[in-house]
């Protein structure tokens, strides 16, 4: 990896070619046990070298001893790539949660939404993730409307 500051742009971009994307994982995968990636992953010489450099570039990856291994940023970019992919599982229960939350006015929404959530999400980590947005913007909603209060009483 070079001194140069790697964006979030460069990240996703490399990430989003499905073949660098098998790449990346297998290397997360492999404890750098790869025999043959380029035949095993079905790459081209120039395919294979070219998404290594890109997640090179990205500070993804890099080489040490002839073999690849997940930088740290690698590592927690794996980490939360595997949160996404959990969640992903569970996009239709996530779209009904947020058509039920649109539809719902806010009082119901404080009651239900938090019992939907807990019978819908078995994944106790999404399901959190799910109940801290929704109470970490209940909170600023009830802020922003106790502000106005106090603003419309003086």
């Known amino acids: 990896m070079s001194d140069k500051l790697v964006s979030i742009d460069d990240v ?17 995968h492999s404890n750098s046990d790869m025999d043959s990636p380029i035949g095993k992953l079905e790459f081209t010489k120039k395919q294979y070298y070219s998404r290594i450099h890109s997640l090179t570039n990205s500070g993804l990856i890099t080489r040490q001893n002839g073999k690849y291994y997940l930088t740290s940023f690698g590592r927690i970019v794996s980490f939360y790539q595997s949160r996404i992919a959990r969640a992903l599982d569970k996009f239709w229960k996530l779209g009904a949660l947020d058509s039920i939350a649109k539809e719902s006015d806010n009082d119901l929404r404080l009651v239900l939404y938090p019992n939907l959530v807990r019978s819908l999400i078995e994944d106790v980590e999404i399901g959190e993730i799910l109940l801290n947005i929704h109470n970490s913007s209940l909170s600023v909603k009830s802020h922003s409307l106790r502000q106005a209060a106090t603003q419309t009483n003086r």
């Not at 971009?13 to 073949?19: A, E, F, I, V």
């Open 12 to 28: 996703f971009k490399s990430l989003s070619d499905h073949k660098t994307l098998v790449l990346f994982d297998t290397i997360a």
